[in-house]
């Protein structure tokens, strides 16, 4: 949120632009709290669960997933405890899946962090409020100038995992 803040702050047109629309889960306590501090309420839209809808026949998965496709960058935020320095998150793949620019924001993860950049991603560290702002920025301009990143058509195979995990084994 202070990354928005500080971008409208500079750029007050992006305020006009920029929407986050959060599906799946209810928001937390602190991102609501955080959303009537900076009054952002026009800014991110929290949608929940979707379910099926009874005009389209969509399932709420179908749904997300043709919004995802539509998005102009979808968000990857990692988390922040510990144990996210040793795994990749599911939604990464499904994430590559869309093709469609990828904004992650990673713990301590490296090898996350490599896959993305490799991938042609925009990247911030967890809890690096200049990189978050940094990224935001630089997110914004691109689009503007209508050049956000290209992602590379790149998503993991089962043959190209094994040989990873294999790898990773040997050393």
Same mark, same amino acid.
């Given at each position: 949120?202070?990354a928005?803040? %500080?971008?409208?702050?500079?750029?007050? =047109?992006?305020?006009d632009?920029?929407?986050? !629309?959060?599906?799946?889960?209810?928001?937390?306590?602190?991102t609501?709290a955080?959303v009537?501090?900076? @009054?952002f309420?026009? /800014? %991110?839209l $929290? !949608?929940?669960?979707?379910?099926?809808?009874? =005009?389209?026949?969509?399932?709420g998965?179908e749904?997300? /997933?043709?919004k995802?496709?539509?998005?102009?960058? %979808?968000?990857?935020? !990692?988390? @922040?405890?510990?144990w996210c $320095?040793?795994?990749?998150?599911?939604?990464?793949?499904?994430?590559? *899946?869309?093709?469609?620019?990828i *904004?992650?924001?990673?713990?301590? @993860?490296?090898? %996350?962090?490599?896959?993305?950049?490799?991938?042609?991603?925009?990247?911030? $560290?967890d809890?690096?409020n200049?990189?978050?702002?940094? $990224?935001?920025?630089r997110?914004?301009?691109? *689009?503007?100038r209508?050049?956000?990143?290209k992602?590379?058509?790149?998503?993991?195979? /089962?043959d190209?995992?094994?040989n990873?995990?294999?790898? @990773?084994v040997?050393?």
């Open positions: 949120m202070v928005l803040d %500080l971008l409208f702050k500079k750029y007050p =047109e992006a305020r632009s920029i929407r986050i !629309h959060a599906y799946g889960a209810p928001l937390d306590a602190l609501v955080a009537k501090q900076f @009054n309420q026009d /800014v %991110l $929290a !949608h929940g669960r979707l379910e099926k809808d009874p =005009e389209t026949g969509k399932s998965r749904q997300v /997933v043709s995802m496709q539509a998005a102009d960058v %979808l968000i990857l935020l !990692h988390g @922040n405890d510990e $320095a040793e795994y990749i998150p599911s939604k990464f793949y499904e994430y590559l *899946w869309m093709g469609r620019p *904004w992650g924001i990673t713990h301590r @993860n490296p090898q %996350l962090d490599r896959m993305l950049l490799d991938r042609g991603s925009y990247l911030s $560290a809890g690096d200049q990189s978050i702002a940094m $990224a935001l920025e997110i914004w301009l691109d *689009w503007r209508q050049s956000l990143i992602p590379a058509w790149n998503p993991i195979g /089962v190209q995992a094994v990873t995990i294999l790898a @990773n040997k050393q």
